[in-house]
């Protein structure tokens, strides 16, 4: 059974600093390229990033590009989101994610969640 | 970034009825169009994607038909267990991007 288990998440303050943190069972973690998508309070979902199965390329949205970093560990199944200069507009339910194909290019369709981590960036 | 456009936002139906959402995409993304359903308080399913393939495991009453720009979720006969937010998400370019959700609710 694939298992996506995020951690991490707590209540900062603007400006400041997070890594969110993601353990992958179930599946081979480093035949497949991961994301990270967001769900701030009532709103819909938003996509963040992306990392190749070799953690050789990262793609991010524009909303994060320069403030967040992704990363991943494959010996040990492990995702990591480093946030830096969080706003408060970066409160969000925090979702790994793992991408439907297998191979160097991820489809960008997202077949297994995590149940999520919450941010909350407030004074 | 390319803008996915749902409608409506809500829907009222009955279970029984047949059910069609509607996305619109900004600019033409192919078939690059998944659908997700989301309870309250759990994380997305993926449903649909390449705007017509049925998701392993996911009931045959849905469906999804489109290309270009306009694509459309179908649920033949809603069932108690289909009253959720339905999402569309374009996969054409890297900065994926989802519809804005429509909620459908017990009427």
Redesign the interface.
């Known amino acids: 059974e694939v298992q996506l288990v995020e951690s991490g998440g707590v209540v900062v303050q603007p400006g400041g600093s997070l890594r969110l943190s993601c353990v992958a069972s179930g599946f081979t973690f480093h035949d497949y390229t991961m994301h990270w998508v967001r769900q701030a309070p009532g709103k ?4 963040v990033s ?1 990392i190749t199965r070799d953690g050789g390329r990262t ?1 991010y ?2 909303s994060v590009k320069g403030r967040f970093t992704l990363s991943r560990d494959n010996s040990k199944d492990s995702l990591y989101l480093q946030m830096n200069s969080l706003r408060t507009e970066d409160t969000a339910l925090y ?1 790994c994610v793992k991408d ?1 194909r297998l191979g160097d290019r991820g ?5 297994y ?4 981590t919450l941010v909350t960036v407030s004074s | 970034d390319i803008q996915m456009t749902q409608s409506p936002s809500t829907l009222s139906a009955s279970v029984g009825d047949r059910v069609t959402i509607t996305c619109r995409a900004s600019q033409s993304i192919s078939s690059w169009l998944a659908w997700y359903q989301q309870k309250p308080g759990k994380a997305p399913k993926l449903l649909i994607y390449k705007a017509s393939t049925l998701q392993s495991g996911v009931p045959s009453r849905f469906s999804g038909s489109g290309s270009g720009t306009e694509f459309i979720l179908t649920i033949s006969s809603l069932q108690p267990d289909d009253f959720a937010t339905y999402y569309c998400q374009q996969y054409n370019s890297y900065s994926r991007t989802f519809g804005q959700g429509t909620k459908v609710e017990i009427k």
Do not use: C, K, N, R
């Open positions: 819909s979902l938003e996509w992306l793609f949205a524009d979702y439907i489809l960008g369709v997202f077949d969640w995590g149940q999520g």
